[in-house]
């Protein structure tokens, strides 16, 4: 399934700029009590979503490799991948929300800022060596597990994806407020 429309890298590396000075203004100025602060609709601190948002991008590494292998099989093969991956979304959901409780434990804001950072930039140099017909290619995703996977997601999409999470977690965070409201938290 190949995508008609070429892909504007250039929107993608000022959305990846934009959510890099979005995710350090936090690190930066936030106080450890802002950190440790309940979100807006998630069980996560706000140092914990903001972990949970640089996994985000840190994810979309692996899901490059997954659609370089699985897009040149025969559709079927992928398919079959995305419904035994939609199996597993309880162990998913688990390690997912588990993960960034203990991560904050060893990333601190300054770790999380040089990872974010990291991340981005191998995202922005990798994005500019594709071709477009790697970004046509794609691959079917396990639907369950991320409100933002659509059955079938090209390469292009995936590049888009971590910055589509990122903005939908940091309306979550209450860093400019110190009130969360009741039963959101």
Do not use: C
């Not at 370089?68 to 995305?82: E, I, N, Q, T």
Request: glycine share 8%; hydrophobic share 40%; net charge positive.
């Amino acid at each position: 399934m190949m995508n008609a429309t070429a892909m504007d890298r250039q929107a993608v590396y000022e959305d990846y700029e934009r959510a890099r000075r979005t995710f350090h203004q936090p690190l930066d100025s936030a106080s450890k009590a802002d950190l440790a602060r309940s979100t807006r609709g998630t069980e996560w601190t706000n140092g914990q979503l903001l972990w949970h948002m640089l996994f985000g991008y840190m994810v979309v590494r692996a899901l490059l490799g997954l659609v370089r292998v699985l897009g040149r099989l025969p559709r079927g093969a992928g398919k079959a991948f995305a419904r035994l991956l939609n199996a597993g979304t309880v162990p998913f959901d688990w390690v997912n929300y588990a993960g960034p409780r203990g991560a904050v434990k060893v990333y601190g804001p300054r770790r999380m800022g040089a990872a974010f950072d990291r991340v981005l930039d191998s995202l922005q140099r990798r994005l500019a060596t594709e071709s477009d017909a790697d970004l046509a290619r794609g691959m079917h995703y396990p639907v369950r597990w991320d409100p933002f996977f659509k059955d079938f997601m090209t390469l292009a999409d995936i590049y888009r994806y971590p910055t589509q999470h990122f903005d939908f977690h940091h309306r979550q965070l209450t860093l400019n407020s110190g009130d969360v409201r009741r039963g959101e938290g």
